[in-house]
C-alpha cells in the first residue's frame, strides 16, 4: 500500500494557468508538508498543516495555497504559474506535531514544468 | 539560508567499497536524518540520529554526529549497485512541525 502518494505525477501547463496537485497519506499522521525541489535538487519546505492550521510558510509567494479537507489530505494549489514554478513538488508527513524525533514520509513527487 | 551542505557533491566508487558523505550545518538542532533519493523519485528516509547520540548504526549504514563541529557523516559499506542514489542530509533545528531543511545532496554512483 502507498503510504504517501500523490497526483498528478506530471504536470505540464502555460504560464499564467491555475493547477492543483493532490497528496493523500494513509499513516494516520497528524502533520503534512510541502516541499520543493529545485533544478538544483535543492529540497525548501514550503508549508506544513497540523489538525487543518497551517503551521508554517516558508516565504512562499501567496499564489501557493495548501489546501486540507481532511487529516490524510493535503492539496497544493498555485494561481498564474510562473516560468520560475517548474519544480519538483514533494508532499510529506509526519506523526507527531511538535516532535524532533519524527521521521517523515515522502510522497514520490510531481514533476510540474510550466511553458 | 541553507542549512546542510554535504561533501562531496557527487562521488563515483566501485562496487565493494565503503562511501563516506559529510554533512555540516549551521544552527543548532534536535536531530539531523539522512535520506535517500532515486534518479526520478521521492526520498525515502534511512536514518535518524539526535543531538545527544554520536554514533548510529542501521544494517550497512553507520552515521556519525560531531554537534561540536556541527558535521555529519553518513558511511556506507560494502556498496551495491542499489546504493546508487542522492543523499541528502536534513536537519529540524526546532519541532518537527517546523518541517526539514534540506541540504544540497551527494550524488553517490556505484560502479559495478
Known amino acids: 500500500d502507498t503510504a504517501v502518494s500523490q497526483t498528478p505525477k506530471y504536470l505540464v501547463t502555460q504560464m499564467g494557468n491555475d493547477k492543483s496537485i493532490k497528496c493523500e497519506q494513509n499513516l494516520g499522521h497528524d502533520t503534512m508538508y510541502w516541499y520543493k525541489q529545485d533544478s538544483k535538487k535543492f529540497l525548501k519546505i514550503m508549508f506544513s498543516y497540523n489538525n487543518k492550521e497551517l503551521i508554517i510558510n516558508e516565504t512562499v509567494p501567496n499564489r501557493f495555497s495548501p489546501k486540507s479537507p481532511d487529516k490524510a489530505h493535503l492539496n497544493l494549489h498555485i494561481n498564474s504559474l510562473e516560468l520560475g514554478d517548474s519544480a519538483v513538488y514533494f508532499c510529506a508527513s509526519s506523526l507527531i506535531r511538535d516532535s524532533p524525533w519524527e521521521t517523515q514520509y515522502f510522497g514520490p513527487g510531481t514533476r510540474l514544468l510550466v511553458l | ?112
Open chain 2, 1 to 112: 539560508s541553507q542549512q546542510g551542505e554535504e561533501d562531496p557533491q557527487a562521488l563515483s566508487i566501485q562496487e565493494g567499497e565503503n562511501a563516506t558523505m559529510n554533512c555540516s550545518y549551521k544552527t543548532s538542532i534536535n536531530n539531523l536524518q539522512w535520506y535517500r533519493q532515486n534518479s526520478g523519485r521521492g526520498l525515502v528516509h534511512l536514518i535518524l540520529i539526535r543531538s545527544n547520540e554520536r554514533e548510529k548504526h542501521s544494517g550497512r549504514l553507520r552515521v556519525t554526529l560531531d554537534t561540536s563541529k556541527k558535521s555529519s557523516s553518513l558511511l556506507i559499506t560494502a556498496s551495491r549497485a542499489a546504493d546508487t542514489a542522492s543523499y541528502f542530509c536534513a536537519t529540524d533545528g526546532g519541532g518537527g512541525a517546523d518541517g526539514l531543511t534540506f541540504g544540497k545532496g551527494t550524488h553517490l554512483i556505484i560502479q559495478p
